[in-house]
């Protein structure tokens, strides 16, 4: 049948990328993978988490090459902050007398303004796992 230029190029690209291009071609959502939307700066929004607990934050947040994320969030630093289409992941670690690690993923709406996500808590001292929910973080 007839190809369009996209599904050319498709084609000629092959691999992982291809069907990367080809995945955005044929649902036609290149929003999903839009990382022209900038993430930097600072977010503020509240949070819950599983325990009954909740409370607010602001999460300063810059992007290097390479879809590298550091910064922090209330004084705790980023670790391993990674950028992959509009989703950011990034750890938080020995937290609240060294006793928990948070894992966290948030993911940047397509227009860029909102940030929603969840983490996950593992509380050595206490001996448990919990989650929580980034809920509507709003870019300042």
């Not at 080809?22 to 993978?33: H, I, K, Y």
């Not at 983490?119 to 448990?128: I, M, P, W």
């Amino acid at each position: 049948g007839k190809q369009t230029g996209a599904q050319r190029e498709t084609n000629k690209v092959g691999g992982a990328a291809g069907s990367i291009i080809e995945s955005v071609t044929r649902s036609g959502n290149a929003a999903a993978v839009n990382t022209k939307i900038a993430v930097s700066g600072r977010w503020s929004g509240s949070w819950e988490n599983s325990r009954g607990e909740s409370g607010s934050s602001t999460i300063n947040i810059y992007e290097s090459a390479g879809g590298v994320i550091t910064g922090g969030e209330d004084g705790w630093a980023i670790e391993n902050g990674r950028r992959t289409g509009n989703v950011l992941t990034w750890e938080y670690r020995n937290q609240n007398d060294g006793c928990r690690d948070y894992k966290v993923r948030i993911e940047i709406s397509a227009d860029g303004t909102v940030a929603k996500g969840e983490y996950e808590v593992s509380d050595r001292c206490e001996k448990l796992i919990y989650k929580g929910k980034y809920i509507e973080y709003r870019k300042q």
